[in-house]
C-alpha cells in the first residue's frame, strides 16, 4: 500500500479530533488571557447564549427526542475530540471578523484547527518540506511585509501551512513526514520573501465523526476550497492570521467555514519557464496601539 493510500485508510476524524484538541490544549492557555474579566461580562455572555439557545427552542417547538439527540450528539463531539473542528468551523470566524475589525492593514481569516507552532526555517526565500513527490502544481510565492505607513518589516516572520494534495494536513493524520508542507520564513532586510510550494487542493473536513453527522443530517456539504494558511508577524505588530484562496474554485462561494474574503484572493500566473505557476500577495501589519 502507497503512503498516501495508507493515509487515507487511516485517517479518520476522531483520531484527526484527538489530535486537533491534544494541540490546542498543549499550545494555548486560553484562561490565562481571561483570567481577570469581570464576572458582569461573563455572566451577560453566558445568559444571551442560553437565552439565544432558550428561544430557538420556543419558536421551533424543540421536542424532547430531539433534545436528546442533541445532547447524544454533544457527548459525541466530545468523545470525538471534534470540539476544535465544530468551533473553527462554524464560530471563528464571526470571533475573527469582530476582533480585527479595526484594523487598517491586511483582512484576516480564521486559523483552523490545524496549526502548529515551531515550524522549520526557510529564512526569507525557500521551499517549504515536502516529500520528493509531492502532489500538486509548484507554486512560487513572493511578496512583501511592511507596516500601514509602508515601512518595510525587516525581519519580520510569515508561517506557512496547508493540507497536501489529498486534503490532509501533516501531524493531524497518520503517514506523514511531521513537518510537510509547513514552513517559517524571515524575510529580508527589505521586508521580502519568497515561498516555494505546491498549490493545495479542495478539500471536505472529516465526515466520519459527529460533525460529519451533524453535516448529513442538516443536507450541507463538508467542502473547503484550497487554501494556504499564514501567519504574518512583526515585533511592535499585530498578528496578522489569514488563509489565502484561488479563483475558480467552486467552493469559494460556498466555504463551510465561511472563511473566503475577496482580499484573501490570490491571482496566480503561469511561470515563464513553465514550471507552475506564480503569484505575489504582501502585508501590510498594523502596529499595536498602547
Request: proline letters at 8%.
Amino acid at each position: 500500500m502507497s503512503q498516501t493510500a495508507e493515509t487515507q485508510a487511516t485517517a479518520s476524524a476522531a483520531a484527526s479530533g484527538a489530535s486537533a484538541t491534544e494541540r490546542f490544549q498543549t499550545d494555548k492557555s486560553p484562561y490565562d488571557a481571561v483570567k481577570d474579566t469581570p464576572k458582569e461580562r461573563v455572566d451577560t455572555l453566558a445568559r444571551e447564549v442560553l437565552a439565544a439557545v432558550h428561544d430557538t427552542i420556543r419558536k421551533h417547538k424543540v421536542t424532547y427526542d430531539e433534545y436528546n439527540a442533541l445532547k447524544a450528539w454533544l457527548i459525541q463531539v466530545g468523545h470525538d475530540g471534534e470540539w476544535p473542528l465544530f468551533l473553527d468551523v462554524w464560530v471563528e470566524h464571526v470571533v475573527e471578523e469582530v476582533a480585527t475589525d479595526h484594523r487598517e492593514g491586511n483582512k484576516g481569516s480564521i486559523e483552523g484547527p490545524y496549526y502548529a507552532p515551531g515550524a522549520p526555517e526557510c529564512g526569507p526565500r525557500g521551499a517549504v518540506p515536502m516529500r520528493d513527490d509531492e502532489g500538486g502544481t509548484p507554486l512560487t510565492w513572493t511578496g512583501r511585509v511592511t507596516s500601514t505607513d509602508g515601512r518595510p518589516l525587516a525581519g519580520a516572520t510569515v508561517e506557512v501551512w496547508h493540507a497536501d494534495a489529498d486534503g490532509f494536513y501533516s501531524q493531524f493524520a497518520p503517514g506523514l513526514p511531521e513537518w510537510n508542507l509547513r514552513g517559517t520564513f524571515t524575510v529580508d532586510e527589505n521586508g521580502e520573501f519568497e515561498v516555494r510550494t505546491v498549490q493545495p487542493a479542495p478539500y471536505q473536513i472529516p465526515t466520519d465523526g459527529a460533525c460529519g453527522k451533524l453535516i448529513a443530517a442538516a443536507g450541507w456539504h463538508a467542502w473547503r476550497p484550497a487554501h494556504i494558511h499564514v501567519k504574518a508577524s512583526a515585533p511592535e505588530h499585530e498578528l496578522l492570521t489569514a488563509q489565502l484562496y484561488f479563483p475558480g474554485d467552486e467552493h469559494n462561494a460556498d466555504d463551510i467555514a465561511s472563511a473566503v474574503k475577496p482580499e484573501l484572493m490570490l491571482d496566480p500566473k503561469p511561470a515563464a519557464d513553465g514550471s507552475g505557476n506564480t503569484v505575489e500577495y504582501s502585508f501590510v501589519l498594523d502596529p499595536t496601539h498602547g
